[in-house]
Nanobody
Framework: QVHLVESGGGLVQPGGSLRLSCAASGSLFSINTMGWYRQAPGKQRELVAVITRGGSTNYADSVQGRFTISRDIAKNTVYLQMNSLKPEDTAVYYC???????????????WGQGTQVTVSS
């Protein structure tokens, strides 16, 4: 019952930047982690970045130093600032939130629909 709304994808030239946003709404829940995954054609979905409720972050080696994940817990929103983009970053990017229902404490594991990021000259 949690709805994720992603935005910010698009076409950008190599070396450019994009900022992805993902806002969770629809029901109250306590976030444990929020993250971004991506999947390129013919490849397996992979973790890009994740941030915990306490603010700890983890990045894939391929994006370390170029991407920054951040969040606004009060707004249940996670961001992914992508700088120095490379053609290899081209993929569908998926937002993920994991936590517990504020009312029932049942697990909440929700995925966005995905937003296309294309890095090309």
């Amino acid at each position: 019952q949690v709805h994720l709304v992603e935005s910010g994808g698009g076409l950008v030239q190599p070396g450019g930047s994009l900022r992805l946003s993902c806002a969770a709404s629809g029901s109250l829940f306590s976030i444990n982690t929020m993250g971004w995954y991506r999947q390129a054609p013919g490849k397996q979905r992979e973790l890009v970045a994740v941030i915990t409720r306490g603010g700890s972050t983890n990045y894939a080696d391929s994006v370390q130093g170029r991407f920054t994940i951040s969040r606004d817990i009060a707004k249940n929103t996670v961001y992914l600032q992508m700088n120095s983009l490379k053609p290899e970053d081209t993929a569908v990017y998926y937002c993920n939130v994991y936590g517990n229902s504020a009312l029932t404490r049942e697990p909440v594991d929700c995925w966005g629909q995905g937003t296309q990021v294309t890095v090309s000259s």
